[in-house]
Nanobody, 125 residues
Framework: VQLQASGGGLVQAGGSLRLSCTASGRTFSRYTIGWFRQTPGKEREFVTV????????YYADSVKGRFTISRDSAKNTAYLQMNNLKPEDTAIYYC???????????????????WGQGTQVTVSS
């Protein structure tokens, strides 16, 4: 599956953005979709995941209550709605896909086989 991330940009603190992750292929609904983010000099950080066919979402503590992941299988697209953005949310955001649903692994970037190209999110203070 090929992934295309979009929707990043520059926003003031407290603002909102919605990222999209569009996938090729006809079995998108089978995949676990994750969002990760990365800043220079740091490892890729887990943000949120929409777990395969169970349709359960999990969030990093740093974004819980502010970010929401969703999926529209008819459009082969996953979304990351980001509200009340903070300067520390500034990063390149990546979407990723895997067929695994193992809860202990889907927060790890190594569990994902497919990655989008990343989209820059910049939050100014």
């Amino acid at each position: 599956v090929q992934l295309q991330a979009s929707g990043g940009g520059l926003v003031q603190a407290g603002g909102s953005l919605r990222l999209s992750c569009t996938a090729s292929g006809r079995t998108f609904s089978r995949y676990t979709i994750g969002w990760f983010r990365q800043t220079p000099g740091k490892e890729r950080e887990f943000v949120t995941v929409f777990r395969g066919r169970s349709n359960i979402a999990y969030y990093a503590d740093s974004v819980k209550g502010r970010f929401t992941i969703s999926r529209d299988s008819a459009k082969n697209t996953a979304y990351l709605q980001m509200n009340n953005l903070k300067p520390e949310d500034t990063a390149i955001y990546y979407c990723a896909a895997t067929l695994t649903e193992i809860l202990s692994t889907i927060r790890e970037s190594t569990a994902y086989n497919y990655w989008g190209q990343g989209t820059q999110v910049t939050v100014s203070s």
